[in-house]
C-alpha cells in the first residue's frame, strides 16, 4: 500500500515556464513533507521542506504547498531553467517511537527543455 | 566539508555471497539511515541508527540484512547469502539532530 504517491512518472516543461509536480498521502500521522531532486549516478540532495503546521514554504525559485484536508502537496518551481531536468521525489516523514524514517514516492522525471 | 559517502559505487557479487556495503557520514550526524532503492521506485526504509543503536530497524525485509554502527559514526550493510532480488541501489544518510537527511551517491549491487 503506497502511502505517498506520484501519479505523473514525467514532466515536460519549456525552459521559464513554471514547472508544477505534484504529490499525494495517505497517512494523516505525517507531520513534515520534503522534496529531493535526484540526478543520475547520485543520491538525493534536499531541496524544500515543508511542516504540517504550514502551508506554504518558499525558498528562491522553489515553492512548496501543501493542503492537508485534501493530503496533498505540490512543488513550483519558476523559472524552470535546463539544469533543474532531474527526478524529484516527495518524501513524507513522522516521529514515531524515535525514528524520523521518510515515506519516498516514485519520483516525477522533469524535463526542462531549452 | 565531505558529503556523505559509500563504498564501493558497485558491488557484483553471485547469488548466495556475502557482501557489506559501507557508509560514512557526515561528520557530526548524529541520525544514520540506510534506504534501498529499485529501478522505477523511490528509496524504500529499512533502518535507522541514532548513536551506535538501532532505534528502527522495521524496513529490514528478513534475517539476510543487518547492519551495525558500532562507534555512533561509520555503519556497515551486511547481507548474507544474497539473493538476485537484493539487486537494487543502496543508499545511506546521515543528519543532524532535527535537520534533514543528506545522502550519499549510492551502492549498486547486482547479484548474478
Known amino acids: 500500500d503506497q502511502q505517498v504517491k506520484q501519479n505523473s512518472p514525467s514532466l515536460s516543461v519549456q525552459e521559464g515556464r513554471i514547472s508544477i509536480l505534484n504529490c499525494d498521502y495517505t497517512?494523516?500521522?505525517?507531520?513534515?513533507f520534503l522534496w529531493y531532486k535526484k540526478y543520475p549516478a547520485e543520491g538525493p540532495t534536499f531541496l524544500i521542506s515543508?511542516?504540517?503546521?504550514?502551508d506554504k514554504n518558499e525558498d528562491g525559485r522553489f515553492t512548496v504547498f501543501l493542503n492537508k484536508s485534501a493530503k496533498h502537496l505540490s512543488l513550483h518551481i519558476v523559472p524552470s531553467q535546463p539544469g533543474d531536468s532531474a527526478v524529484y521525489f516527495c518524501?513524507?516523514?513522522?516521529?514515531?517511537?524515535?525514528?524520523?524514517?521518510?515515506?519516498f514516492g516514485k519520483g516525477t522525471k522533469l524535463t526542462v527543455n531549452p | 566539508g565531505a558529503g556523505v559517502s559509500q563504498t564501493p559505487s558497485n558491488k557484483v557479487t553471485e547469488k548466495g555471497k556475502y557482501v557489506e556495503l559501507r557508509c560514512d557520514p557526515i561528520?557530526?550526524?548524529?541520525?544514520l539511515y540506510w534506504y534501498r532503492q529499485s529501478l522505477g521506485q523511490g528509496p524504500e526504509f529499512l533502518i535507522y541508527?541514532?548513536?551506535?543503536?538501532?532505534?528502527?530497524d522495521s524496513g529490514l525485509p528478513n534475517d539476510r540484512f543487518f547492519a551495525v554502527r558500532p562507534e555512533g559514526s561509520v555503519s556497515t550493510l551486511k547481507i548474507q547469502r544474497t539473493e538476485r532480488g537484493d539487486s537494487a541501489m543502496y543508499l545511506c544518510?546521515?543528519?543532524?539532530?532535527?535537520?534533514?537527511?543528506?545522502f550519499g551517491p549510492g551502492t549498486r549491487l547486482t547479484v548474478t
Open positions: 541508527f541514532q548513536g551506535t543503536g538501532a532505534a528502527d
Open positions: 561528520s557530526g550526524h548524529t541520525a
Open positions: 544518510a546521515s543528519s543532524p539532530p532535527d535537520g534533514e537527511q543528506y
Open positions: 515543508i511542516s504540517s503546521i504550514k
Open positions: 518524501a513524507a516523514g513522522y516521529s514515531q517511537g524515535g525514528s524520523e524514517k521518510l515515506v
Open positions: 497517512n494523516s500521522m505525517f507531520d513534515y
